[in-house]
């Protein structure tokens, strides 16, 4: 019999498909709230790590970079990727490239 996890997410998630740029990696995002994103990669991560990345934003303005920082909070293989579970520590908006 399959257990259902308990939810701990304290903001609502919003389905995005972003793409993460991370130093030696790359990912798409499944879903982001104010307290974080849960995206895919082929990278190799561990839980409990510190992880820094960007997403490349279009808005109404213009370009922008959000530049993130945070803690894995969770890993979940999905077929030859891994889901990365992370809870924002910090984050600054940039202006994009043009």
């Known amino acids: ?3 259902k ?3 701990k997410r304290r903001e609502e998630r919003v389905s995005a498909s972003l793409p993460v740029a991370m130093a030696s990696a790359k990912g798409i995002t499944r ?3 104010a307290s974080g994103v849960f995206f895919e990669t082929d990278a190799a991560y561990g839980v409990g790590s510190p992880i820094r990345f960007v ?6 303005w213009g370009k922008v970079m959000f530049k993130c920082q945070g803690k894995i909070v969770r890993l979940e293989p999905h077929n030859q990727k891994v889901g990365v579970a992370v809870q924002f520590t910090e984050s600054t ?4 490239a043009k």
């Open 31 to 33: 879903d982001v709230s």
């Open 93 to 96: 908006l940039a202006p994009g």
């Open 1 to 3: 019999m399959k257990r």
């Open 5 to 7: 996890r308990k939810d």
């Open 55 to 60: 997403l490349n934003l279009d808005t109404p």
